[in-house]
């Protein structure tokens, strides 16, 4: 079935760092989604992109849809403390009717 | 807009009892709910999806029986774990979507611990 490769699946890094995560598939998606989840709450979305070579900025993150449809990445520039937390990517499946989500890649931020 | 609450947000129960776990779309309709179960340093994986008003749709290997799902309104979801094992802990997280939203918004989870 479709499969979400999340990397890297987890980050240590200083304030102030930018930062680069990426979700790659062997299958077509046609609507990637990022997600951050904090320490016992749910995802909270931070960028939805819905067309290939779709770049979304949403303050310090910025996410892209990849030209073939089967990657995207996001990126935090200068990481704060408060970005700490997993941070995930999902797509809808073929039937578009469930959302299928990267295993995470965990962020550390120390000051 | 695009709030989901969870009731209760955490919950201890003894082995062999029943849980119930509210799911509400506080501002939107949400035409369809999707119930997920998290494991520690896991991802989300989806249980099932239900729709208002129809019986849910269950994921392979998800016991239908076991998990309880119930999409009375277009505000309320609920999930019962029936006759809970400590196998059965887990974080529960439901999320949402309707016809105002495409995207789906999660609610805040529930812990389940089954002593």
């Known amino acids: 079935g479709q499969q979400l490769n999340q990397s890297p699946q987890s980050m240590f890094i200083q304030e102030g760092e930018d930062v680069s995560m990426n979700c790659t598939s062997s299958?077509?998606?046609?609507?990637w989604l990022w997600y951050k989840q904090d320490p016992g709450e749910g995802p909270v979305l931070l960028i939805a992109?819905?067309?290939?070579?779709e770049l979304t900025s949403n303050g310090r993150l910025t996410a892209q849809f990849g030209i073939t449809r089967k990657d995207s990445f996001l990126n935090i520039s200068a990481s704060i403390p408060s970005d700490v937390g997993i941070y995930f990517c999902?797509?809808?499946?073929?039937?578009?009717?469930?959302?299928?989500f990267g295993k995470g890649t965990t962020l550390s931020v120390s000051s | 807009g695009a709030v989901v609450s969870q009731h209760p947000s955490r919950v201890i129960c003894k082995s062999g009892t029943s849980v119930k776990i509210e799911c509400r779309s506080l501002?939107?309709?949400?035409?369809?709910m999707f119930w997920y179960r998290q494991f520690p340093k896991k991802s989300l994986m989806l249980m099932a999806t239900?729709?208002?008003?129809?019986?849910?749709?269950?994921e392979q290997g998800v016991e239908k029986d076991k998990f309880l799902i119930n999409h009375a309104s277009l505000t309320l979801s609920t999930l019962t774990v029936t006759s809970a094992h400590p196998e059965d802990s887990s974080f529960y997280i439901c999320?949402?979507?309707?016809?105002?939203?495409?995207?789906?918004?999660f609610g805040p989870g529930t812990r389940l611990t089954v002593l």
């Open positions: 999320s949402a979507s309707g016809r105002t939203y495409n995207e789906q918004f």
């Open positions: 299958s077509i998606f046609n609507t």
């Open positions: 992109l819905y067309k290939a070579g």
């Open positions: 999902a797509g809808y499946n073929q039937a578009g009717t469930a959302l299928i």
């Open positions: 501002d939107f309709q949400a035409t369809t």
């Open positions: 239900s729709n208002e008003g129809s019986k849910a749709t269950y």
